[in-house]
């Protein structure tokens, strides 16, 4: 039976990572801050999220993670210098990312794991439904998937969370879902979850992609949840218990996404990230698959 729930505003992105896979870049900038053309990583997905209509961010971060908090701050000497050359086009880019969303920040402390990340959250969202975003996926604008996940939430209740098919050897590198269909051919009824699988014990090649519209059930869940995976707090076992009793917090759903998705944690597709991104902007683009056509014929 179709219920009502109320309408999601809150979005918690977890930030709090070290970014190893991209030292020495990261020893000193934060990884979400590498840029993706010309926009750090975490620009596209606080855009993401204030496209879903949440429009209030909570970013869980670290130590040496500064520059994010100033990145989404007014910056008045550089906005003052701009005017003054009468660079009206560059000011409206240096003033979008202060402009974006109302950002709030809370330290993690120590690295614990994403579970621990997102427990962080629980002052900050209370008794509320609210959205997950990890800096490491982007989902591109035409595909969405946060504001069909956050559809899904309103219209079932409990949680939701985005899953993707990979090939059955890559499941062991991401947390794996059980499913039953339902009436939509894009939602499944998530009935269990895995971390990181072998192969031959996964229950489907149906991986978790980092997006998550959560029940604030959870927060409790996750406060008496141990160490598992990597001796940290992982949010795939306490999303188990979840899909194990609906009575807990609701029912658990899973949106199939089969649209373009960059993973920027991956070196050579944070790569292949800023080739196709680059190739399809219209300032970009021509000059640039032109010039990517002839590196390809030329010289490989």
């Not at 870049?25 to 000193?28: E, I, L, Q, R, S």
């Not at 939509?184 to 971390?195: C, K």
């Given at each position: 039976m179709?219920?009502?729930?109320?309408?999601?505003?809150?979005?918690?992105?977890p930030a709090a990572?070290?970014?190893t896979r991209?030292l020495p870049?990261?020893?000193?900038t934060p990884?979400?801050?590498l840029?993706?053309?010309?926009?750090?990583?975490?620009q596209?997905?606080v855009?993401?999220a204030v496209?879903?209509g949440?429009?209030?961010?909570?970013?869980?971060?670290?130590?040496?993670?500064?520059p994010l908090?100033?990145?989404?701050?007014?910056n008045y000497?550089?906005?003052?210098?701009?005017?003054?050359?009468?660079d009206g086009?560059?000011?409206?880019?240096?003033?979008?990312s202060s402009?974006?969303?109302?950002m709030h920040?809370?330290r993690?402390?120590?690295p614990?794991?994403?579970?621990?990340a997102?427990l962080?959250?629980?002052?900050?969202v209370?008794d509320?439904?609210?959205?997950?975003?990890l800096?490491?996926?982007?989902i591109?604008?035409r595909?969405?998937l946060?504001?069909r996940?956050?559809d899904?939430?309103?219209r079932e209740?409990g949680?939701?969370?985005?899953?993707?098919?990979?090939?059955?050897?890559?499941i062991?590198?991401y947390g794996?879902a059980?499913?039953?269909p339902t009436g939509?051919?894009?939602?499944?009824?998530?009935?269990?979850?895995?971390?990181k699988?072998?192969?031959?014990?996964?229950?489907s090649?149906y991986?978790?992609?980092?997006?998550?519209?959560?029940?604030?059930?959870?927060?409790?869940i996750?406060r008496?949840?141990e160490?598992?995976?990597g001796g940290?707090i992982?949010?795939?076992d306490?999303?188990?218990?979840l899909?194990?009793d609906e009575?807990?917090?609701?029912?658990?759903?899973?949106?199939?996404?089969?649209g373009r998705?960059?993973?920027?944690g991956?070196?050579g597709d944070?790569l292949r990230?800023?080739?196709?991104?680059?190739?399809?902007?219209?300032?970009?683009?021509p000059?640039?698959r032109?010039?990517?056509?002839?590196?390809v014929?030329e010289e490989?």
């Open positions: 179709t219920q009502s729930h109320t309408r999601i505003s809150k979005a918690v992105i990572g070290l970014g991209f870049a990261t020893k000193a990884k979400e801050m840029p993706v053309v010309d926009k750090p990583a975490i596209y997905v855009e993401e496209g879903a949440l429009t209030d961010v909570l970013m869980v971060t670290g130590r040496n993670k500064r908090e100033d990145h989404f701050d007014r000497e550089l906005e003052e210098a701009l005017r003054r050359k009468g086009d560059r000011l409206a880019k240096v003033q979008e402009d974006l969303a109302t920040y809370v993690q402390g120590d614990k794991g994403l579970g621990h997102v962080c959250a629980a002052p900050h209370g509320q439904p609210f959205a997950v975003l800096g490491d996926d982007l591109d604008p595909d969405p946060l504001s996940m956050v899904i939430q309103e209740g949680s939701v969370i985005a899953l993707m098919e990979v090939d059955p050897a890559q062991h590198m794996c059980a499913v039953e939509d051919d894009d939602v499944v009824r998530v009935t269990a979850l895995v971390e699988p072998e192969p031959a014990d996964a229950p090649n991986a978790i992609i980092g997006r998550y519209v959560l029940d604030p059930a959870v927060f409790e996750l008496k949840t160490p598992g995976r940290e992982q949010i795939t306490a999303l188990h218990k899909a194990a009575k807990i917090g609701g029912p658990l759903h899973g949106v199939i996404f089969k998705r960059y993973d920027t991956d070196r944070y990230a800023i080739v196709r991104l680059a190739c399809e902007r219209e300032d970009l683009g000059d640039f032109t010039w990517l056509r002839r590196y014929t490989m």
